[in-house]
């Protein structure tokens, strides 16, 4: 079971620090991702990585300004987010495969239930 938590209302520029919780399972041997949805859009990748940190994926449009991280020992994905845009307002999912690092979510296997974020012009 995976619970995502840190979503909330920021203004353009500033930074959240969303987490992912694991649960019921260790998923230190999976590969960890971000995936956000915007209201009336298709869920869209965000980042990834792999179970050993030593892997990392972004999309275009957070690099730069995004960092996923994880800790394998506590059983926790993170995504630090900084220079926020209103077009990053979403609900973010975090997900697990047992796949290597890949953007295409239907690769993913276990889900969060999201958290949202909002982001002020």
């Known amino acids: 079971q995976l619970q995502a938590s840190g979503g909330g209302l920021v203004q353009t520029g500033g930074s959240l620090r969303l987490s992912c919780a694991a649960s019921g399972r260790t998923f230190s041997r999976y590969t960890m991702a971000w995936f956000r949805q915007a209201p009336g859009k298709e869920r869209d990748f965000v980042a990834a990585?792999?179970?050993?940190?030593?892997?990392?994926l972004n999309a275009d449009s957070v690099k730069g300004r995004f960092t996923v991280s994880r800790d394998n020992a506590k059983n926790v994905l993170y995504l630090q987010m900084n220079s926020l845009k209103p077009e990053d307002t979403a609900v973010y999912y975090c997900?697990?495969?047992?796949?290597?690092?890949?953007?295409?979510?239907?690769?993913?296997?276990?889900w969060g239930q999201g958290t949202q974020v909002t982001v002020s012009s």
């Open positions: 997900a697990a495969s047992i796949a290597p690092v890949l953007s295409t979510d239907s690769t993913y296997d276990y």
């Open positions: 990585i792999s179970w050993s940190g030593s892997t990392t």
